[in-house]
């Protein structure tokens, strides 16, 4: 795979000798007023270019293959992908807006060390050729001085970063403010060094330098713009996934928000303010250009520091687009400006993605929190179904243990009665058998939850306790709902007729209604529980009436209301309870879990 990566550029500078031999100095990224076009001498940066093609049988290390993956043709790639991308910034870069620099950090941060050597010999060749070129009118001292290349004093501060500050750490949000603190220092070091360039030339006699701070703080800012220019776009990139497709690419800008707000807000707005500055003068035409930072801070606001990036690049060059002449001080200020606002967009909307990633990650713990309860529930579900199934075998083996002693017992001894001994240990058998069955329906089990709500456990109780009980389903979609939402409807159902048995004085009827849906793919489900009081309390039934007993048969848990509206919750449900005439009424809606699936895998229904 061949990677390009851009790294930053340093000045190069220019002298154009007019017809009245007088001179104006262009330094690149310098220039004074009063020049004609002249040759481009300065230092520059070129693109970093990363080979990883390797030719090697199956699948093994690159470096025993042929072809680009042995070492040494990497580097000469990166020498040669550097050289050309430096070539190719410097021929579009001005004083005041040097792309380089943002070529020579983004490849000092992304390649490895190891590349690093080539990266400056790369950078060397087209200052070698300036050197020859202009060898004559700048002197030797300037020709040798050229020669030194500035990513050669970039790499070590951008080493102590790498190494101390993490600028980009491996699995967390790019670290912005340690990226312009290391872009601050670099443009720093490297105008400096481009000071002592310009000194070192052989200057025609009469010319006077512009003053040396003047020089330094230009090629600060050109360099610092460069990198703001490229910097963030390259990052965003290493942060975004890769597509392996044309195709996938194309899906992923068309349903990227961020490009559809450049495309239909950004560029159009920036279009619009270049036209107004080339079409006004004055404080107008200032006006304009510092308006360009507007839609770069709404897009922070709306995507964080990769907003103020793009849009801090495409609103550097749309300033570029302004420009009518080289080093207008009009055109500085709005720079100097706009590489504040940028600055600080980026700090701004770092803060934004780090608090939008810790949102996203509170909202998917609390989705696998959510998960992991569901799944809890439902492994309790399991262990009663197969506690069931235990009491049901120890239930069939007392029964056969039982019959045997009566059998050996009509041996030894005929003329007793086995008429009691037969007894108990039927009722033995039927106390496991209605104990199991509490603890999970046998009818549930074999026919569903509805089958288990109709003529289950339920109906029974409510029928030894006097209870008029009907039961009514409706809907669609029941018999696809999840088993973990079975289980929860079904214990919401016993402990809700439990806590309306133990609270409604005189209950005499009781009706359930069960209804099922679906909305936009989402299967739902409504369980309404309505009781009816009103009967004397002379009635022989409700005098016989138990609700503990009654809790006990429906092997509910006794839950309060905040229980099972918490118990609601964990479904994405709700709990409404409301008083009805001579009656009270309870209400859930319970939503099939998005996490249905990654229960099913994890437990394995």
């Not at 050229?146 to 949000?173: C, D, E, G, T």
């Not at 776009?233 to 996938?248: H, I, N, Q, S």
């Not at 940028?342 to 810790?358: E, F, N, Q």
Request: aromatic share 8%; with cysteine.
């Amino acid at each position: 795979m061949l990677a390009v990566y851009t790294a930053a550029c340093g000045p190069a500078c220019e002298l154009a000798w007019r017809d009245d031999e007088s001179i104006g100095v262009s330094c690149y990224p310098h220039s004074l007023h009063n020049t004609r076009p002249a040759q481009r001498l300065g230092r520059s940066t070129v693109a970093a270019t990363e080979n990883r093609i390797g030719c090697s049988r199956g699948g093994g290390d690159m470096r025993k293959g042929t072809g680009l993956g042995r070492p040494w043709q990497r580097q000469l790639l990166v020498i040669i992908g550097y050289a050309l991308a430096y070539t190719l910034l410097r021929g579009i870069s001005v004083s005041h807006w040097m792309l380089p620099a943002g070529l020579r950090l983004c490849c000092l941060m992304l390649l490895p060390p190891r590349y690093w050597a080539a990266l400056a010999i790369g950078e060397m060749l087209p200052m070698a050729y300036s050197s020859l070129d202009c060898f004559d009118q700048y002197g030797p001292a300037w020709a040798v001085f050229n020669l030194f290349p500035p990513i050669a004093v970039a790499m070590p501060i951008v080493a102590w970063f790498r190494r101390h500050v993490s600028q980009v750490p491996p699995k967390r949000l790019t670290n912005i403010s340690a990226l312009l603190l290391c872009a601050l220092i670099v443009a720093a070091a490297t105008a400096w060094l481009n000071v002592g360039g310009v000194l070192t030339m052989r200057l025609p006699k009469g010319y006077v330098l512009p003053p040396v701070l003047s020089l330094a703080m230009e090629y600060f800012l050109g360099a610092y713009l460069g990198t703001l220019m490229l910097l963030p776009p390259v990052l965003m990139v290493r942060e975004a996934r890769r597509p392996k497709t044309l195709r996938d690419l194309t899906a992923g800008l068309a349903n990227s928000r961020l490009a559809w707000d450049v495309v239909c807000l950004l560029l159009p707005v920036l279009l619009l303010l270049i036209w107004l500055s080339l079409h006004s003068t004055g404080d107008n035409r200032q006006i304009a250009r510092i308006a360009m930072f507007l839609p770069v801070a709404w897009l922070t606001l709306r995507h964080g520091w990769h907003g103020a990036g793009i849009g801090g690049a495409l609103a550097s060059v749309a300033m570029m687009g302004t420009v009518t002449v080289l080093s207008d001080p009009a055109v500085l200020q709005v720079q100097a400006f706009l590489g504040f606002v940028v600055s600080t967009l980026l700090i701004l909307g770092a803060h934004i993605a780090l608090l939008h990633d810790r949102e996203q990650r509170q909202r998917i713990s609390g989705q696998r929190a959510l998960a992991l309860a569901q799944q809890g529930l439902y492994r309790a579900e399991l262990r009663s179904r197969q506690a069931s199934h235990a009491l049901e075998r120890f239930g069939g083996s007392l029964h056969h243990l039982h019959s045997n002693l009566l059998t050996q017992i009509r041996r030894l001894s005929p003329a007793l009665d086995q008429g009691p001994y037969h007894r108990q240990a039927v009722d033995a058998h039927q106390q496991v058998y209605r104990l199991a069955d509490r603890m999970y329906p046998r009818v549930w089990r074999e026919r569903g939850l509805p089958a288990a709500l109709q003529t289950g456990v339920i109906a029974s109780c409510l029928d030894e306790a006097g209870v008029d009980y009907r039961c009514d389903i409706q809907g669609r979609g029941l018999s696809r709902l999840a088993p973990e939402v079975n289980a929860t409807l079904y214990r919401l159902a016993c402990d809700t007729i439990a806590y309306l048995g133990a609270t409604q004085f005189g209950l005499s009827a009781l009706r359930l209604v069960l209804r099922g849906g679906e909305t936009n793919g989402r299967r739902w489900v409504v369980l309404r529980v309505i009781a009816s009081c009103g009967i004397p309390a002379a009635d022989a039934s409700q005098a016989s009436f138990n609700p503990e007993l009654l809790a006990v048969n429906l092997g509910s848990s006794a839950m309060d209301p905040d229980a099972m509206r918490h118990l609601a919750h964990l479904y994405n449900g709700e709990m409404h309870a409301k008083a009805i005439t001579m009656g009270y009424g309870i209400s859930y809606l319970i939503h099939d879990p998005m996490a249905a699936d990654i229960a099913k895998t994890v437990i394995g229904r």
